[in-house]
């Protein structure tokens, strides 16, 4: 398949987000998934967020081609919070990225935009890159809301100054994560349009350059026209990331 990208100046983000799953048996998953990439060499970055646990024994595989990302983070340094981990942790643990503000982490701990703002500043402060999720729910969609939610997702959960290296955004349908359903083609493109007319008002030409990932229920069979859509710059993957097989079938996208 010929290499093509939505945006020809950006280049794509394939993020995995392996959630509370993988334990060590399952890093040979990535072992593949890094030699099928080396072998055919996708036109995107290729990002893998396994849980934290997982992330110092990923880095010490050393594999090219793949980089590693954190899930969540605290918004501080350190300091007395039972179970959480800060932006600098997950660095030195050797991750170049941070996933805030996911739907499930908004509704399971009922993080709000300025708490997820809180954890992007986190993450900036620790020079890596943010991907800062924003999406309705299907009563909101219904209720013909989809925009007006996004778009104050956004307002909130982004600091004053965000440039492209260190912002990634990505448009997840809450009723499209892990249920099969995608939104159709011309709803995403309307989102992802709209979202990047608020990035370019608000950052100008970083706004412009930054990255706007699809996520929800990407999958092989649906990843070719959805990274076509317009203003879609890659895609932040679930189910589908946790196979080098299924992965793989994903960035066909892209080779
Ligand atoms: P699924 O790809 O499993 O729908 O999950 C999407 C997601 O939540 C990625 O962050």
Redesign the pocket.
């Known amino acids: 398949m010929a290499k093509r990208q939505s945006t020809p100046k950006i280049k794509a983000l394939v993020a995995g ?1 392996w959630k509370m799953n993988g334990i060590g048996k399952q890093l040979g998953e990535v072992r593949k998934l890094a030699s099928a990439i080396n072998r055919k060499k996708p036109n995107a970055d290729v990002m893998i967020c396994p849980p934290a646990t997982l992330l110092t024994r990923m880095a010490a595989l050393k594999l090219k081609g793949v980089a590693l990302g954190g899930q969540d983070c605290h918004a501080d340094i350190e300091g007395a919070h039972t179970g959480d981990i800060s932006a600098e942790m997950l660095k030195e643990a050797g991750a170049k990225a941070v ?1 805030v503000g ?1 739907s ?1 982490r908004r509704a399971d701990y009922g993080e709000s935009d300025k708490a997820v703002r809180a954890k992007v500043e986190a993450v900036h402060r620790a020079g890596m890159m943010a991907i800062i ?1 924003v999406g309705e729910s299907l009563k909101q969609r219904r209720a013909g809301e989809t925009l007006k939610i996004v778009k104050a997702q956004l307002r909130g959960s982004l600091p004053a100054v965000c440039i492209a290296k260190n912002t990634v955004i ?1 448009y ?1 349908p809450v009723w ?4 099969g359903l995608t939104p159709t083609i011309a709803q995403v493109e309307e989102v992802h349009s709209a979202l990047r007319s608020a990035l370019v008002r608000r950052f100008d030409d970083e706004g412009a350059k930054m990255r706007i990932l699809y ?4 999958k092989p069979a649906n990843a070719n026209e959805l990274m076509l859509v317009p203003n879609v710059n890659g895609a ?5 990331s946790l196979t080098a097989k299924d992965f793989c079938g994903i960035l066909e996208a892209y080779f």
Do not use: K
């Not at 499209?176 to 249920?179: P, R, V, Y």
């Not at 996520?215 to 990407?218: D, P, T």
């Open positions: 987000n996933i996911h499930e999720c990505a997840e499209a994560i892990g249920s996520g929800g229920s990407v932040l993957v679930g189910g589908a």
